[in-house]
């Protein structure tokens, strides 16, 4: 089993960065192919990014592609989520997800998952 944390939300006006952490805990997180998504009111959670066990495979919704990067660290079991030029629309809960195996842009390819954390865009 492994245990999700994720961290760095906030308040952030249109244009601006912000970088999400999700520190993992339990088994070897390099075990495990990770994503983010997110939520917000009214809609679906939605797949945002993924990163390959390796760090070697990324994937984007088309969304986030050019301003959003996901990248790991598994000395430090950490994936990062950098979020540049930011919008109001991606205002959002973000969540993290894990997955002992290949990459994949459903939910349903997800095990694990973390609590979330805000993410507010002001225009």
């Known amino acids: 089993q492994v245990q999700l944390l994720e961290s760095g939300g906030g308040l952030v006006q249109a244009g601006g960065s912000l970088r999400l952490s999700c520190a993992a805990s339990?088994?070897?997180?390099?075990?495990?192919?990770m994503g983010w998504f997110r939520q917000s009111p009214g809609n679906e959670r939605a797949f945002v990014a993924a990163?390959?066990?390796?760090?070697?495979?990324?994937y984007y919704a088309d969304s986030v592609k050019g301003r959003f990067t996901i990248s790991r660290d598994n000395a430090k079991n950490t994936v990062y989520l950098q979020m540049n030029s930011l919008e109001p629309e991606d205002t959002a809960v973000y969540y993290c997800?894990?997955?002992?195996?290949?990459?994949?842009?459903?939910?349903?390819?997800?095990?694990?998952w973390g609590q979330g954390t805000q993410v507010n865009v002001s225009s």
């Open positions: 339990g088994r070897t997180f390099s075990s495990y192919a």
């Open positions: 997800a894990a997955h002992v195996g290949t990459t994949s842009r459903l939910q349903s390819g997800y095990e694990h």
């Open positions: 990163i390959s066990r390796s760090g070697g495979g990324t």
